[in-house]
């Protein structure tokens, strides 16, 4: 029953604020209930459960774990659960899921690389995954792919950054992307309804006026139309009508030095310009700088805290007119794989929201297929090979179709059509042709050379047989030796004893 009783308020606010779209100026503004804790350089963001939290922050030396949140229903505050750790000048973005992640800053001591996440339902902290490199007075918003892009910043080791670090929440993990152009510090980062990533002013040895847009999808910058005043530490809030509100501000880096802007500059992402109202009405009341700018659920714009000669606890609300309707806003979740390889089944998911009415349809095309799917998500197995960028529509309840958002996904050949491959395989069939035949070659020679052995072998053991026959021949041969030459002694002596008989019977006396 409550949570039928807070739509039926948001939406009764909805249609008093159409209805005041003609009355009305667009800002104005009204002072609101002030923040209990006077405070700048804190983290502001708006809630899922339609609450505006303070988180943080200091007060010219006093650093902040205090948490206080507003309810713009009730125009009261109420104190939440403390911070792990006191920080001032982090960056703040809030995950798809909800919960509200309070990014680096400087920690009285060093620049932490601390990630503290805030869940709003529970009340509680935890601590994620650091980021790679820490820094102060950094800005950073969450991307059509739910990631959280943090930009710029400043530290001791490297002064003015330029860095893009990517927060995954799903992953608790990091990246880095493409470097903006310019160094600085003090800058504004918002999302534009287009998906682009907007990084305004800021400061790198003086007040800029620069705006560079980075493309998640496609990793690059681009220039944009130049802020019409060169300022740093302002507050920074999309409206409902897709223009972006650029509030207060200063041009000097000291910690609550002025001047102090209450001015109010409005940049539209569909025509690239700028723009400055009129109406008194559209002037905030409080000029400050310091101060951080959420978008509320009711799509009013709060500007909270800051500096302007003391830290002040200012709560200020802008109303923002909507046309008669306003067309929803499509968001690409995700696209995986990808790359990926033809005939692979590749997801897609994506869901679109609508600040006066409900979502009726979706739309999903790709610029080499055509129409894909009717569904926020979906599975396909039939891209064609190529750059496909793929663009996402959704369509309200009132007809009204939102821009499209686009991403890219790239579709491979198989790599066994790849020329390259074919070549290596052909050349791997014929280094495999080369290898088998070697190999019977060798397979050849080893059996000869087995067969060579066996021959060696038996020529070697005929051999030791001719040797020991030969010896035993010579053997016989000296054993017959010795009997010839014993033989031919006897011989001998009987020549010499016949001869010597026969000479002795010749020399007998006579008579």
């Given amino acids: 029953m409550a949570t039928l009783m807070v739509s039926i308020v948001f939406i009764g606010m909805s249609q008093l604020m159409l209805g005041q779209a003609t009355s009305m100026p667009s800002p104005s503004w009204r002072t609101k209930t002030a923040m209990p804790t006077a405070r700048g350089q804190g983290a502001v963001m708006a809630g899922d459960d339609g609450l505006i939290y303070a988180m943080g922050g200091w007060a010219g030396g006093a650093l902040f774990t205090t948490v206080e949140a507003y309810n713009p229903l009730t125009n009261t505050w109420a104190t939440k659960a403390a911070m792990p750790t006191a920080v001032r000048g982090p960056t703040v973005a809030k995950a798809p899921n909800g919960i509200i992640y309070v990014i680096s800053g400087w920690d009285g001591t060093d620049f932490t690389t601390d990630v503290q996440a805030y869940n709003t339902t529970s009340n509680t902290w935890s601590t994620k995954a650091a980021i790679p490199n820490g820094v102060w007075e950094a800005s950073a918003t969450t991307g059509n792919d739910g990631k959280i892009y943090v930009i710029g910043g400043y530290n001791a080791t490297d002064s003015y950054q330029n860095m893009t670090q990517i927060y995954d929440p799903s992953a608790d993990s990091w990246t880095r992307g493409a470097d903006m152009p310019t160094e600085r510090w003090g800058l504004s980062v918002v999302k534009g309804a287009d998906g682009l990533i907007y990084a305004m002013g800021g400061y790198n040895g003086s007040a800029l006026s620069v705006v560079e847009a980075y493309n998640p999808s496609t990793n690059t910058w681009t220039t944009k139309a130049s802020m019409p005043t060169p300022k740093l530490e302002f507050g920074v809030a999309p409206g409902p009508d897709k223009k972006i509100y650029l509030i207060g501000g200063g041009t000097n880096l000291g910690n609550n030095v002025g001047p102090f802007f209450n001015t109010v500059e409005i940049y539209d992402p569909a025509t690239n310009t700028w723009s400055i109202p009129g109406w008194s009405e559209s002037i905030m009341p409080t000029a400050r700088k310091e101060l951080g700018a959420t978008t509320g659920k009711n799509g009013m714009i709060y500007a909270i805290g800051g500096a302007n000669g003391a830290y002040i606890n200012t709560n200020e609300e802008a109303f923002i007119a909507l046309p008669d309707n306003v067309p929803p806003i499509a968001y690409i979740d995700s696209i995986s794989p990808n790359p990926a390889t033809r005939g692979q089944s590749i997801s897609f998911s994506g869901h679109g929201t609508d600040s006066d009415g409900s979502i009726a349809a979706y739309k999903w095309r790709s610029s080499l297929n055509g129409t894909l799917s009717t569904s926020a ?124 008989i026969a000479y002795l019977s010749k020399r007998k006396p006579t008579g």
């Fill in 377 to 500: 998500s979906f599975s396909l197995s039939t891209l064609a090979v190529g750059m496909h960028t793929i663009y996402f529509s959704a369509k309200d309840n009132s007809g009204a179709w939102s821009d499209e958002a686009a991403a890219t996904v790239t579709v491979n050949k198989p790599i066994t059509e790849d020329p390259t491959y074919q070549q290596l395989l052909s050349t791997d069939q014929t280094l495999s042709q080369r290898i088998n035949e070697l190999k019977t070659k060798a397979d050849s020679l080893t059996q000869q050379n087995t067969e060579l052995t066996t021959k060696v072998e038996n020529l070697t053991e005929q051999n030791a047989n001719l040797t020991d026959n030969v010896n035993s021949l010579m053997q016989k041969l000296d054993t017959t030796t010795m009997m010839l030459l014993g033989a031919n002694i006897v011989i001998i002596v009987l020549v010499i004893v016949t001869i010597a």
